[in-house]
């Protein structure tokens, strides 16, 4: 079983910063890359950012310059820092673990930027 919590957010200003931190839990050996997705209101939930074993990095065009992943070696620990946001930023974060080709999902967190 893994369990994934994010933490985070919250509502700020637009050209303002957020941090977003995911903690992973229980069976959590053999995973190869963990990721931040969003989901805004009436849309799909889309890739922001993901991060593998080998730290090899995936950043979203839409955040690239903006947004930076980053996790602790043990791989149980993933963050998300998020600059100079804008209000289509706005939607619900998720956390996801990949592990031996099944994914996880945390209960996400909110995110609001207000113009």
């Known amino acids: 079983q893994v369990q994934l919590m994010e933490s985070g957010g919250g509502l700020v200003q637009a050209g303002e910063s957020l941090k977003l931190s995911c903690a992973a839990s229980?069976?959590?050996?053999?995973?190869?890359?963990m990721a931040w997705y969003r989901q805004a209101p009436g849309k799909e939930r889309e890739l922001v950012a993901s991060i593998a074993v080998g730290s090899n990095i995936n950043v979203a065009d839409s955040v690239k310059g903006r947004f930076n992943i980053s996790r602790n070696k043990r791989m149980d620990r993933v963050y998300l820092q998020m600059d100079s946001l804008k209000v289509e930023d706005t939607g619900v974060y998720y956390c996801?673990?990949?592990?031996?080709?099944?994914?996880?999902w945390g209960q996400g967190t909110q995110v609001t930027v207000s113009s």
């Open positions: 229980g069976s959590i050996s053999g995973t190869t890359a």
């Open positions: 996801k673990l990949r592990r031996l080709h099944n994914d996880y």
